[in-house]
Structure formats: structure tokens, C-alpha cells
């Protein structure tokens, strides 16, 4: 709209001046009116419109979290009646609330960069739950991404999930094991929660027994079972725990394990307590070669052991990696390695495949262990007897030359030391690798997430895309392996890289004990991941 206004400045009646000024004035004020109502009426608008974006957002939270659940108790359902359980992309789903089964669908999200709802899950869940499956474990992450993809060829959920787990009705029927755990340490309670926790039906690993030194009273096992149910890192056990002083044992989630008293392995006969065929899980650090490993197999109603630490004439196993080298009808013993080399082993086999490894150097920045000094005090090595929660402490680790025990190509590859450091748990790993096919930062960091997301390693590395990860977030992780990727570094020629990998060293590195347990055990499930 064009307006003309004429005003004669130098017009002999000065009204005619006036009049010109009036009528800009009034058109002024008047477009200034317009103005004004106009910028009210959007404002008000807005202010309706923001309002009813918020309600629509607050329903829309409703929703999801009415769907999250009904999606905890399908899951729940599945676990208790049929022995299914549901992971997503690896993340344990069961025991969460509701506010951690939105987060882990964000976190699916971001990891496969599309968008995996709440809504699906259920459907997917639901879908599940109506068919008939022996017992199993099932990514559902992973199926519903893969029914965004495929919805088109199939008529529904159901015949999605059909299709998918076809394979599940063709695996062999387990045989539940017994298992009895020799030490009731950091590691061994741990093992507890876990094993406790995961009984479900008793399907797969059967937590019967704990074996401790010295006498078992009133005291003791009051002792034994506050310490089962609080933990200064990991909080408290979400299950009960109590214990029976005239039948000595503990009585966890309603379930009797015994508490047997021994100072040597051949003086226990586990068949006076109902146990038969058991897998030892030794976690106390004293025996660690195959002969004094072997003192277990002499107890009556014990057939396996397994080490929670490395072990000398035996196979050391990062499962994932070499386990399936070693079959439980052929071998008694296993070591389940150190957290250490279980954080590491599998991030060097995703990259030794894909890009080749000429050399390295793995540094450790270790969370302090009961093995080092509250104050300074002598100690049998170096530095180690200063104060643990006071100092950063150099000293050595096996980490390196272990690796290869696991993946032998990495023979004479590896040098390693270790940074004990005044954090209670959760611990870094700096691998330093110089690789034969040069690579960038977002090549690497593709074949790890490639890892991570499919094949063999899923259940050991997890890929964190969090610009703000720090030691305490992955406290809890199940996974012995946290790639932080933002933290990646290459060279520009792309022939040496440099890689960050957090680790969890109690929770992690029990979950792929009990992992190479339920292997060695034979009561692996279906899994679809």
C-alpha cells in the first residue's frame, strides 16, 4: 500500500502547515494503534498457542510413560513366565523404571540415529508375548529397528517377530546349574546381586551356596548379608536379604543359599547340601594355577571351576573373543582374565580386524583397589603402600602381555603400565595403536560402533556418544567395554590412533564372568541381537 501525504513547508497560512501535520500525526498515531493491536493479538495468539503446545506436551509425556509401563510389566511377565528376557541393544531392561526405559530408548535413538518408540517397543513386546518361544534372550532395540525398516513386507508385528525368531523354536533345552561361589569379596557379592537377580524361573545359573572362611554366627552373617544388600558404589540391592542363624545361610529374594565355613577346598562336600554337578566360581584370589584350581574338583558335588582373576596353566577367556577356542566337555578350569584385559580385548579385536595393529602401549588410569593402603604403610610393591584415596599411583600391569593369551596375533605387540588413581571404582583404558591401514577419526570410530551394533561383540562394547561421559556415569555399566568416541584421536596420516576406552572393573568385569559361566555351564539361550 503506497500513502501520499503533502506538506506545504512554506504555504502563507501557517493552518495549512497545521492541517499537513495533523493528518501525519493522526495517520501516524493511528498506524501506531494498528500496530499495537496487531502485536497483541500475536502475542496473545502465541501465548494460546504456546499453551496448548505445552498440554499437548504433557499428554504426549503421559502417554510414554503410561506405555513404559505397561512395557516394565510385559517384560516382567515375559521374564517370570517364560524365561524371555529383553535387553535393549544391550541395556538390561529388567528391574528399570520408568524414567530409565524412556532414557534407554533415547539413548537407542541417538545410537541408531533413528527414532525407537516406546509405542513400538510395546508392540513389539506384546507381539512377543503371544507367541510361543523357548527361553531366550531378545534384543528389542534391535527388532523394532528393524520392523521400521521391514514393516511393509509383513502384515503386522506378529508376523514380523515370526518371521525374525524363527530360529529360537530349533534350540536345544537347557539343564539348570548349580553354583557356588568361593569368596564372598567385592567380585563375589556382585556375582550375588547379578546371579540373585536373574534367577527368574532358575532356568539357567542357580546361586546355591557361598563358601567363606572362619565361623558362621549370628554376627557373621549379619555382616555377610548387610554388605550383600549395601554397596558404597553401586548402591543398595534392589532385592531383600536376610539370613537364618540355625540353618546358616542367607536367604536372598526368598531364596535359601547356603554359607559354608572352609579353609580348604577338599573339605567340603556340596552333596550334603542338595548340590550336584557345580560350577565353582572362585573369587578370592588365593589359587591361580591349574594345580591349586584343581583342589576344588576333589569336593564332592563340584565338576567346574572358574576364576575370577588370570590364571596360570589354564584358559584365560574374554568372552566374546576366544571362548568358543575351549569346549566345557573337554575343559575343567577356566580364568575369566582381569578386568582390564577384558576392557581392552575386545576394542583391539574390532580394530586389529578391520585395520591391522603393528604396535601399541595401553595405559590404564585405574580406580584403587583393597589390594593398596588406606594410609601409607609397607607394602610388598613399590608405591603401591602410599594412600590410596590421596595419591595417583604408578605401578605395573599384566593388561598388555595378557591380551595375547586371548588374541595371540597381538604376541609381543602391546607394552603396558597402570595409573592407580583416588576413585573407588570405575577405571580408563588409553589405547595407543599404531595400525597398518591408515584411518580417520570418523573411520575408526565406524568400525567400532559397527562392533557395537552387530556380530560377536555386542555384549562387550558399548559406544558412548556423550560429549560430558565421565568415570562416574559408567559405574553400573554391564558392558566390560565403554568406547568414547568424541575422545577418539588420529593422526593426519591416519597411522596412529588413539582410543579411550572407560570400564566399569567390578560390574562390568562380573556380568562377562557369569557370561563365560553361563557358557561353560551350557545354559546359553536363544539370543537375537
Not at 528393524?146 to 537347557?174: G, M, P, R, W
Not at 565421565?470 to 593426519?492: F, H, K, L, R, W
Request: charged share 25%; net charge negative; with cysteine.
Amino acid at each position: 500500500m503506497e500513502i501520499n501525504i503533502s506538506v506545504r513547508k512554506n504555504a502563507k497560512d501557517p493552518a495549512q502547515n497545521w492541517v499537513g501535520f495533523f493528518y501525519v500525526n493522526t495517520f501516524t498515531k493511528t498506524f501506531e494503534i494498528y500496530i499495537f493491536a496487531a502485536i497483541l493479538t500475536y502475542n496473545t495468539t502465541c501465548k494460546m498457542n504456546s499453551i496448548e503446545v505445552y498440554e499437548k506436551e504433557l499428554a504426549f509425556q503421559a502417554d510414554r510413560r503410561r506405555a513404559a509401563v505397561q512395557f516394565i510389566k510385559t517384560v516382567s511377565d515375559l521374564w517370570y513366565d517364560k524365561s524371555i528376557e529383553l535387553v535393549l541393544f544391550r541395556n538390561q531392561l529388567i528391574d528399570r523404571n520408568v524414567s530409565d526405559i524412556l532414557d534407554l530408548h533415547e539413548y537407542a535413538g541417538e545410537f541408531v540415529q533413528k527414532p525407537i518408540s516406546i509405542f513400538d517397543s510395546v508392540e513389539i513386546a506384546e507381539a512377543i508375548k503371544t507367541l510361543d518361544f523357548p527361553s531366550a534372550k531378545l534384543d528389542i532395540g534391535k527388532l523394532t529397528y528393524e520392523y521400521h525398516l521391514e514393516d511393509q513386507k509383513y502384515a503386522n508385528a506378529t508376523a514380523f517377530v515370526s518371521d525374525k525368531l524363527k530360529d529360537a523354536k530349533k534350540s536345544e533345552e537347557i539343564t539348570p546349574k548349580d553354583v557356588v561361589l568361593y569368596g564372598f569379596g567385592r567380585i563375589g557379592r556382585l556375582l550375588a546381586r547379578e546371579l540373585m537377580t536373574r534367577t527368574g524361573k532358575g532356568s539357567q545359573l542357580r546361586l546355591r551356596a557361598i563358601v567363606t572362611r572362619g565361623n558362621i554366627d549370628d554376627t557373621v552373617l549379619e555382616k555377610r548379608a548387610s554388605l550383600l544388600k549395601n554397596d558404597s558404589v553401586h548402591g543398595d540391592f534392589s532385592g531383600t536379604v536376610s539370613y537364618n542363624a540355625e540353618k546358616k545361610c542367607l536367604v536372598i529374594n526368598g531364596t535359601t543359599v547356603h554359607m559354608i565355613s572352609a579353609n580348604n577346598p577338599e573339605e567340603i562336600d556340596y552333596t550334603e547340601y542338595g548340590i550336584q554337578d557345580a560350577l565353582i566360581i572362585d573369587n578370592t584370589g588365593a589359587f591361580r594355577d591349574e594345580e591349586a584350581l584343581s583342589r576344588h574338583l576333589t569336593s564332592k558335588g563340584a565338576s567346574k571351576v572358574l576364576l575370577t582373576a588370570p590364571g596360570k596353566g589354564v584358559p584365560n577367556i574374554v568372552h566374546g573373543v576366544n571362548h568358543l577356542e575351549y569346549n566345557p566337555d573337554e575343559v575343567s578350569i577356566f580364568s575369566a582374565a582381569s578386568c582390564t584385559t577384558n576392557a581392552i580385548t575386545p576394542v583391539l579385536k574390532a580394530v586389529e580386524d578391520s585395520l591391522g595393529v603393528d604396535h601399541g602401549h595401553l595405559e590404564t588410569i585405574h580406580a584403587y583397589t583393597n589390594d593398596q593402603n588406606l594410609v601409607d604403610n609397607m607394602h610388598k610393591k613399590y608405591r603401591r603402600g602410599r594412600a590410596a584415596a590421596l595419591n595417583m599411583v604408578i605401578t605395573e600391569t599384566g593388561a598388555g602381555k595378557a591380551v595375547s593369551k586371548a588374541l595371540p596375533v597381538f604376541e609381543g605387540k602391546l607394552t603396558s603400565n597402570a595409573i592407580r588413581v583416588p576413585v573407588p571404582n570405575g577405571s580408563l583404558a588409553i589405547l595407543n595403536l599404531a595400525v597398518e591401514t591408515p584411518t580417520s577419526k570418523e573411520g575408526i570410530n565406524d568400525i567400532i560402533k559397527h562392533y557395537a551394533l552387530e556380530g560377536d561383540l555386542v555384549e562387550q562394547i558399548k559406544y558412548s556418544m556423550d560429549n560430558e561421559l565421565v568415570s562416574t556415569d559408567i559405574v553400573g555399566s554391564a558392558q566390560p567395554s565403554i568406547y568414547d568416541s568424541n575422545a577418539t584421536i588420529v593422526t593426519e596420516d591416519g597411522k596412529n590412533v588413539v582410543l579411550y576406552v572407560w570400564y566399569d572393573n567390578e560390574y562390568g568385569y562380573s556380568h562377562q564372568v557369569i557370561r563365560l559361566a553361563k557358557y561353560i555351564a551350557k545354559v546359553r539361550r536363544f539370543t537375537y541381537y
